[in-house]
């Protein structure tokens, strides 16, 4: 199994700043995936996470928007940048061991 | 990519009548197919998978079954209870560590 823990749990944000998401995971593990869980919606893979490599983002989400930096195989982040009220949204990291561990995820809202 | 149906968004059933929720996929080289539910305010959690090479899986009140010919697959909840009621999503990956795409969701409901 793996324990995941984020910062922040919550934030409340200005529109046009940005938050960055920590993700630390209690062993080391090759992928970390970024997930996007809007209000009353599924989850929305974001991205993936390698160390040693850029982030592979999935259609519709994009680098400059959500910089991901994975400096270790326990560790990684997310960035929201310049923030819209359309990004209030849960944020959630997980890992792939036997199975999906996903952290308590980040709740974001943009004012 | 991959992509995953679900049916229904919603579903109402009277405590102790079965529930079943039915997923299709689109890519046929995904492998593995895990089951989670997620209650109000916290995270999902995976109450069972199968892989492509089992038709069939059951533990206890809940079973999956797979059609990797059809791209279907399905969970079965029998004797539901209250504690049942929450949101089910259906999801596909090539691989258990890998990324996972997810449907859309069923928010369950148990009537009492």
């Known amino acids: 199994s793996a324990v995941i823990s984020q910062k922040p749990s919550r934030d409340i944000c200005q529109r046009g700043t940005s938050l960055t998401i920590q993700c630390q995971v209690d062993?080391?593990?090759?992928?970390m995936f970024w997930y996007r869980q809007q209000p009353g919606q599924s989850l929305t893979l974001i991205a993936t996470?390698?160390?040693?490599?850029?982030?592979?983002?999935e259609s519709g989400f994009v680098i400059d928007k959500f910089p991901i930096s994975r400096p270790n195989l326990t560790f990684s982040t997310l960035t929201v940048s310049n923030m819209s009220p359309e990004d209030s949204s849960i944020y959630l990291c997980?890992?792939?061991?036997?199975?999906?561990?996903f952290g308590p995820g980040t709740r974001l809202t943009v004012l | 990519g991959e992509n995953v149906e679900q049916h229904p968004s919603t579903l109402s059933v009277q405590e102790g009548d079965s529930a079943v929720i039915k997923c299709t996929y689109s890519d046929s080289a995904s492998n593995y197919f895990p089951w989670y539910k997620q209650e109000l305010g916290k995270r999902p959690q995976l109450i069972i998978d199968?892989?492509?090479?089992?038709g069939e899986k059951k533990d206890q009140r809940i079973a999956v079954t797979l059609n990797k010919t059809a791209k279907h697959f399905s969970l079965h909840i029998t004797e539901t209870q209250p504690e049942d009621s929450a949101v089910y999503f259906c999801a596909a990956s090539k691989r258990r560590d890998d990324k996972i795409i997810f449907g859309k969701g069923t928010r369950l409901h148990i009537l009492p």
């Open positions: 996470a390698n160390q040693g490599s850029e982030a592979t983002y």
């Open positions: 062993s080391q593990v090759t992928m």
């Open positions: 199968i892989r492509s090479n089992v």
């Open positions: 997980s890992v792939g061991i036997n199975e999906q561990f």
